[in-house]
């Protein structure tokens, strides 16, 4: 028997104007559908005031946690090491800014019940609903990414949507997906969907209403090389 029936996971870096609207949005989701769950805020190299905020509201919700690293290890290193911790029968993540209403976890958790092993939010199906869209420079960029992706890796036709930070997972394929995860930054997702493909395992994905978040910590020229470097790493070196 698991603790919780749903681990929140929550990566956060300098997010002292959002982390309270989000931890409040899950503990409101949790209430209102009577659920007994957990949320983790895995933050990394944080220079703001985004830590004291968790820490002021774990005296209002007991099944808040922390973990906080003091040096910038990466987003998927943060999540990596909450999930190591998480302890749900289902275990998510979803990015800070409330991009996505927590209404979809249900979406999410009904296509892990259609027997798929991870569940994994699309921006880019029919009935997603876009609110805010981002730069045109972003989708420009997104277009050409998943391109990239799916001819030079190899990312399955049916995953339009790679990057959305709204992903779920049935608790022991989180717990080995994340265990056996290398990426460190942004790219973690991709290599996610690689390893669950190398091991049969059967992804879903579901539609969500999202919006743009105009706070991003993504600078487009760094951040890009960056990535750059991930994918070489994923296709040559981890060998996906």
């Keep these: 028997m698991k603790n919780y029936y749903l681990s929140l996971i929550i990566p956060a870096y300098n997010e002292e104007k959002k982390i309270e609207k989000d931890i409040r949005e899950a503990f409101k989701y949790f209430k209102k559908n ?3 769950g957990e949320v983790i805020v895995s933050t990394d ?8 905020i968790v820490l002021r509201l774990k005296d209002e919700y007991p099944n808040l946690s922390l973990i906080s690293k003091k040096l910038k290890i990466g987003k998927g290193a ?12 289902y275990i998510m993540f979803a990015d800070a800014g409330y991009c996505i209403p927590f209404k979809y976890i249900d979406v999410g958790i009904k ?18 609903v876009i609110k805010r869209r981002q730069p045109f420079y972003r989708n ?8 990239l992706v ?13 990057q959305c930070g ?16 290398k990426s460190k930054g942004m790219m973690f997702d991709l290599e996610h969907i690689l390893r669950a493909k ?15 978040d105009p706070d991003t910590k993504f600078n487009p020229i760094l951040g890009s090389l960056e990535n750059m470097k991930a994918i070489y790493d994923i296709k040559f070196k981890y060998k996906l």
Excluded: C, M
């Design 140 to 147: 420009v960029g997104s277009i050409i990414f998943r391109i």
């Design 166 to 181: 709204f992903k779920i997972y049935k608790e022991h394929i989180a717990k080995r997906l994340f265990a056996q995860l």
């Design 198 to 212: 190398k091991n049969r395992y059967r992804i879903g994905t579901f539609p969500v209403e999202w919006s743009n």
């Design 34 to 36: 009577k659920i007994k």
């Design 45 to 52: 190299g944080v220079t703001d005031n985004t830590n004291k």
């Design 150 to 162: 799916k001819y030079l890796l190899g990312v399955p036709r049916h995953i339009e949507d790679t």
């Design 111 to 128: 296509k892990l019940g259609e027997d798929y092993d991870l569940a994994l939010a699309n921006r880019g199906d029919r009935y997603s």
């Design 78 to 89: 943060a999540i990596k090491e909450a999930v190591a911790k998480a302890n749900g029968k």
